[in-house]
């Protein structure tokens, strides 16, 4: 499994009242916020830093907006990532 890293001094608003959020998850709505300041491409660095294919972070990120505990981590990410989704749905 490949090491979770954030960038430094990364800080997940709201980490201290989301007690539900693994390391994990944390690093993954860290992740989702500020890939586009990384070098290089979104699919090298989930390979790179969570050991999953696209698809299978898609689906984990998916399914962790959908729990309690992202939404009182970081609202506007979660509101983001869901309206994606349901602008996909409408389109197929």
Not at 48 to 68: H, I, P, V, W
Not at 78 to 86: D, F, G, M, N
């Amino acid at each position: 499994m490949a090491m979770i890293e954030t960038p430094a001094g990364a800080h997940v608003p709201g980490d201290a009242d989301a007690p539900g959020l693994s390391e994990r998850d944390r690093a993954m709505l860290a992740f989702e916020r500020e890939w586009w300041k990384l070098p290089g491409a979104k699919e090298a660095a989930i390979k790179e830093r969570f050991g999953l294919t696209s698809t299978q972070y898609y689906q984990q990120l998916n399914k962790l907006a959908d729990t309690e505990a992202a939404p009182a981590a970081d609202p506007l990410l979660v509101k983001r990532i869901q309206r994606r989704r349901a602008g996909r749905r409408r389109t197929v």
